[in-house]
């Protein structure tokens, strides 16, 4: 008896040490964007529509109704009840039957000057670790809107949101940050989850204020959003902040790990991953990572929080539960406007209804930054 309850535990032990491995590789570690897979057949083209192939392995944008973005080798397109006409124009030559393509969330190519309607430039900024590259598009007013992406995503996933503030006069800079391809190494390589972050997103905020922003409005994009947030609550330049957009944010860290780990199973045995596993794993990644779980529940914290927010969360998120915007919504109601979304997508409420989110980004901006500001 007394060896098996010793097995179980080293079972256990081992799990748990294994466990906290792969959080660290599924939410800790720094990797470049995943490229996009160019696997979806055009089947036909035609003058204002194409045919695409399904198979069992298809991506689920390709069939969820919205707005998404088509990629392939030599252009890039737009899907959805948004034709490719006008400001939304294809890049490049037109698909060809047979070619492969990739459905892109992002519903933007890579050029943040296609998004704004007009040029954008790549600037530096000097973060505290070196020279970090950011997309700057000028604008008119002394409000601008600094754009965060989230975890190992490209800055293109901001371009959705920047396609509005840049069409509204507002300078829009679409930020990189540590461990960001081009942007300065941090010493360990990992994301911290807004912990450390925030301090570019600090020397972003003063590259605004030195070239002529009287204020700044933030918009962070799931870890996007707690950089957005550790930065009201640790800068001392949060009281320059006029507002604060957040799409799907991801605010509570351990939170998140739950959330993943509910669907997980153990390894050869088929059984669901025990919760108290993942709390062990999770107190192991604390140490093995220095990781400080209670300083990466946001949420808990705001009571601190003094600009007003605008939150975007889809119901049926996949990675990121509402559940995290429902509680902030809940703790700040004098401070918080939450546009909760149909769907089951992660940071696609815009693609699910883009005049929704676009009518209320605008109303949101004109409330915290009105043109008599500019």
């Known amino acids: 008896m007394v060896l098996v309850v010793v097995l179980v535990l080293l079972v256990f032990a081992g799990g748990s040490w294994f466990y906290s491995g792969e959080i660290r590789a599924g939410a800790l570690d720094a990797k470049p964007p995943t490229p996009l897979a160019l696997r979806t057949e055009v089947l036909a083209v035609g003058t204002r529509s194409i045919t695409l192939g399904r198979e069992p392995d298809s991506p689920r944008e390709l069939t969820a109704p919205g707005t998404f973005g088509l990629r392939w080798d030599e252009g890039y397109g737009r899907l959805g009840a948004i034709l490719a006409t006008g400001p939304d124009r294809v890049d490049g030559a037109a698909p060809r ?61 901001t371009l959705r949101a920047l396609a509005t503030t840049a069409r509204l006069g507002y300078p829009s800079l679409a930020v990189s940050y540590r461990n960001d391809p081009g942007a300065p190494r941090s010493p360990d390589g990992l994301r911290r989850w807004g912990a450390t972050e925030w301090r570019d997103l600090e020397a972003a905020t003063r590259y605004a204020l030195d070239h002529g922003a009287r204020g700044v409005v933030l918009a962070g994009f799931s870890m996007g959003g ?22 799907s944010p991801a605010l509570d860290l351990g939170e998140v790990i739950d959330y993943g780990s509910a669907d997980r199973e153990l390894p050869m045995l088929g059984a669901p991953l ?41 119901a049926g998120d996949p990675t990121v539960p509402v559940a995290i915007s429902e509680a902030l919504a809940s703790a700040r109601p004098d401070l918080v406007t939450f546009e909760r979304f149909t769907g ?8 699910t209804d883009r005049a929704r989110y676009e009518r209320a980004l605008r109303a949101f901006l004109e409330q915290v930054a009105p043109a008599s500001a500019a």
């Open 344 to 351: 089951d997508g992660h940071v696609q409420s815009w693609n």
């Open 97 to 157: 039957a047979g070619e492969r393509s990739a459905v892109d969330g992002y519903a933007w190519p890579a050029d943040p000057s296609v998004a704004a309607g007009r040029p954008a430039r790549e600037v530096s900024y000097a973060s505290p670790l070196g020279p970090a590259p950011a997309w700057l598009v000028e604008g008119r007013r002394d409000t601008w809107v600094i754009l965060v992406h989230g975890y190992n995503a490209a800055r293109s996933e």
């Open 226 to 247: 707690a950089v957005a947030t550790s930065f009201l609550l640790e800068s001392p330049l949060a009281s320059r902040v006029r507002g604060v957009v957040l799409d």
């Open 274 to 314: 025990p919760p108290a596993l993942t709390v062990t794993a999770k107190g192991i990644a604390g140490v093995r990572y220095d990781l400080d779980w209670g300083q990466l529940d946001y949420v808990d914290r705001a009571g601190r929080l003094a600009a007003p927010m605008l939150v975007f969360h889809q």
